[in-house]
């Protein structure tokens, strides 16, 4: 049972440079988060989903999208990257209404040079 | 909106002694959730103890309880017995029901120390 899967774990990129971060989660959640960590810093959300072909912006969504395709996959794109952008970002999924618990990846760590 | 505080940026605490982590939150969403996380220094997000809104006790998961007071808007974190394993950040997040969106606070460093 892998959980939250993101990929990649690491990256960096020039000032400019586009990509895309994948979430994969395999527990059918409904909800999906993105989320930016700085360094000493709280988890700052960025975007999410409530389910399938959805998405709504979170606290600091200027620079990115995301799309929701599938329910198992949340992607995260980054189409003009800029160095604020370095961060570690965070995917998390979790299933209302029982769900107790929002599973979180390992992170990916993106730098932008 | 929604607005978490944690109002200790760093907490020290000798081993074996219990230590209180503050989070205070705000909504008007009957329906939410209050969450703590574990982030040691390797970096992973660390799942601890959930309590929901209409729950009426307290959660209790081993070491760590949550003390819960709903009319004060408070959700602590109690940590018994302290290790020095228990060194990391420890966030606060909550749910709401129908904002349906989870936000962190900022974060509480713990130093167990020997």
């Known amino acids: 049972n892998a959980g939250v899967t993101q990929t990649p774990k690491f990256r960096v990129l020039k000032t400019g440079q586009s990509m895309t971060l994948l979430c994969a989660q395999d527990?059918?959640?409904?909800?999906m988060y993105w989320y930016r960590q700085d360094p000493g810093m709280g988890l700052r959300l960025i975007h999410y989903?409530?389910?399938?072909?959805?998405?709504a912006k979170g606290e600091v969504p200027d620079g990115y999208n995301v799309s929701r395709l599938k329910k198992q996959n949340f992607l995260l794109g980054l189409e003009s990257a800029a160095p604020s952008q370095t961060s570690v970002y965070f995917c998390?999924?979790?299933?209302?209404?029982?769900?107790?618990?929002?599973?979180f990846g390992q992170g990916t760590r993106l730098t932008v040079v | 909106a929604q607005k978490i505080t944690q109002t200790q940026p760093g907490m020290f605490v000798q081993e074996k002694e219990a230590v209180t982590l503050d989070c205070t939150y705000d909504?008007?969403?009957?329906?939410?959730?209050l969450f703590w996380y574990k982030q040691p220094s390797s970096g992973e997000m660390i799942f601890l103890i959930y309590?929901?809104?209409?729950?009426?006790q307290n959660a209790t998961e081993g070491r760590y309880s949550l003390n819960f007071q709903k009319a004060r808007k408070s959700a602590n974190l109690v940590i018994s017995a302290s290790q020095l394993g228990d060194s990391a950040m420890y966030f606060c997040?909550?749910?709401?029901?129908?904002?349906?969106?989870?936000?962190f606070g900022s974060g509480t460093q713990l130093t167990v120390l020997p």
């Open positions: 997040a909550q749910f709401s029901g129908s904002a349906r969106q989870l936000t």
């Open positions: 989903s409530v389910g399938e072909g959805t998405t």
């Open positions: 527990m059918n959640h409904e909800y």
């Open positions: 309590q929901g809104s209409y729950d009426q």
């Open positions: 998390a999924s979790r299933h209302p209404p029982t769900g107790t618990e929002a599973f």
């Open positions: 909504t008007s969403d009957p329906s939410y959730g």
